[in-house]
């Protein structure tokens, strides 16, 4: 994912452009990778992410919303203190490098105007936040602290002076021409993209191998001429922003000529920032905070499906039963021909049309009447086992069943619907529940289904976890509310505020049960729907787990700008 320096750039320009000057109301820090800063700007509310994620590393505005800690962390805190109120005059970028700095005028405790810096440097997984006090240079705060133990060229460190990271000593795309490229470029070397990345500043190898694609085998002045033309577009804050999809998604805000596959673009490059991140951050944290849930289910899973194969064993040899009082009668049928210390006996075999020949093989050290009753008690054995463990395979599939649908859960879940998987799972003895001290603390909420708009503009709830599944069943839905669920496949539940929905609604309605479901990524996927009052939670049953009838179904191919659009409305 190439947020390079052209990216940075192309940003940049575009807040100068939407949110200075603009006045900081409100800071926020939901993770340890993320500062959320509410700007008021030209008459309007912005919402600017700054995030240091190790894989999503960037800064833009975002229409999406954080859930914050009860507690707000140092960094948080010192933010408050020193920018709550104050406003953002410049935004600028270090040549093209990723590094930008946000110029803020401040006012101290006594009312005095004074100038702080915050700085976002993307680096990777070096990513940080710093705020600086632009008079003394010295780092008040900062997102990661970094010591001279992990970091011998700078220390990040409140009360350190900020330095700047080591220059890469490349050339700058805003003062190098394309003769100035060439001459740095070896045509007999080969791999011209690598040579562009090394020898250009801000240029990812993503936007290197379009300079390439577009050149082909051309000549130097081909080169030159293609990176002129990207030039110019940076240079001029001509952007094209846009999503690239083939078999994976990337971004960028200079126009692929020489790619084939959808290409979704965007008058915004915030806009297609937050389009492009929007859930995959999410996801990342939602993985982070349910790994060890995602492992625990993971395990008991795999212990019921171990369980499950010795079952299937049992019933195979079980359904030997018969052959046991086979052997057993027809040893009594013979008794007169055998004697104790015999191995083996050879008799007709009156149950077969062919009279043919049987061999039965025998306990020596036992009568022949013991061995006879041997057999029945065997055939006995087998035949009550045999009811007992189908009636444990059915509890076992149905166990099976239900760790599948939480794992399906977890996929689709945010971070608030986690904890209430792990309280299900608490509730249902599979974790140790809290103590009663931790118990108080948090006491139940009710479940928050998410809520989409249908085109028409009919509400449809969507489930994603077993007691919002529940919740929107049994207490929000109408007994002539319109249910959906995937058929046979682990999903949401879903419920159409409308006694009567349109067609187009109900289609709607469908995508969104396919989408939140195992099959999200799947084409004609079944969704079978009917009344709510069709709809049956069977007694003891697992929570989420319901019968219906007279229900009809649907297929479907599940959309994620269908999901994106209906969560607008």
Known sequence: MPFDGIVTRAVTEELKQTIVPGKINKIYQPTATEVVLTIRSQGKNHTLLLSIHPTYARFHLTGDTYVNPQEAPMFCMVLRKHLSGATIEEIEQNGMERIVTFKIKTRNEIGDLGQKLLVIELMGKHSNVMLIDEEKGNIIDSLKHVSMAQNRYRTILPGQQYILPPAQDKLNPLETDGE????????????????????LDGFSPFIAREIVARAGLGSGNAYADKYMDVRSQILNNHYSPAIYRNNKEEFHVIALQSFNGETISFDSVNTMLDSFYSG?????????????????????????????KKHLQTIKKAEEADHFQKKGELLTANMHLVSKGDKNISVIDYYDPEQSEITIELNPNKTPSENAQGFFKTYQKLKTSKKIIEQEIIKNQVEIDYLEQLLQQINVASVEDIEEIREE???????????KQKKQKNKPKKPVPEQFIATDGTEILVGKNNKQNEYVTTKLGHRDDTWLHTKDIPGSHVIIRSKAPSEETLLEAAELAAFFSKSQNSSAVPVDYTKIRHVKKPNGAKPGFVTYDNQKTLFVTPSKETVERLRSN
């Not at 995959?280 to 171990?306: M, P």
């Not at 799972?425 to 103590?435: A, T």
């Open 425 to 435: 799972l608490r509730e249902e003895g599979y974790l140790k529940k809290q103590g």
């Open 280 to 308: 995959k951050a999410e996801r990342d944290r939602v993985k982070q905070q349910a790994k060890d849930l995602s492992h625990f289910i993971k395990n008991e899973k795999n212990k019921n499906e171990r369980k499950m």
């Open 180 to 199: 100035d490229l060439i001459k740095k470029l070896d045509f007999n070397a080969g791999k011209l993209d690598n040579q562009i990345v090394s020898h």
